[in-house]
């Protein structure tokens, strides 16, 4: 099993900056990848930014050049630098790791981004 837990989401305004990062612990020698994901009502969880243990990422399209996302494999985190934030950006963001065959996710935090 692998526990994670999320920090840094909160309220911010149009143009702001947040950075969320997520905790690994447990068996972490099964993640692959790890990411963030995100979800707001009626709607389907969407990917937002991925990074696997070989440092390749991809981003959604909605985030490219705005969000960026770095992995730490000595202490297990991953972080998600979000600039020039915009409302539709609001949203409930979850933490992922996993591979093939597994995945395991955070608690998730709300991120708002309002004036």
């Known amino acids: 099993q692998v526990q994670l837990v999320e920090s840094g989401g909160g309220l911010v305004q149009p143009g702001g900056s947040l950075r969320l990062s997520c905790a690994a612990s447990g068996s972490i020698f099964s993640i692959e990848t790890m990411g963030w994901y995100r979800q707001t009502p009626g709607k389907e969880r969407e990917m937002v930014a991925r990074?696997?243990?070989?440092?390749?990422?991809n981003y959604a399209d909605s985030v490219k050049g705005r969000f960026t996302i770095s992995r730490v494999n000595a202490n297990n985190t991953v972080h998600l630098q979000m600039n020039s934030l915009k409302p539709d950006d609001t949203a409930v963001y979850y933490c992922?790791?996993?591979?093939?065959?597994?995945?395991?996710w955070g608690q998730g935090m709300q991120v708002t981004v309002s004036s």
């Open positions: 990074i696997g243990s070989g440092r390749w990422t």
């Open positions: 992922y790791a996993g591979n093939t065959f597994t995945a395991y």
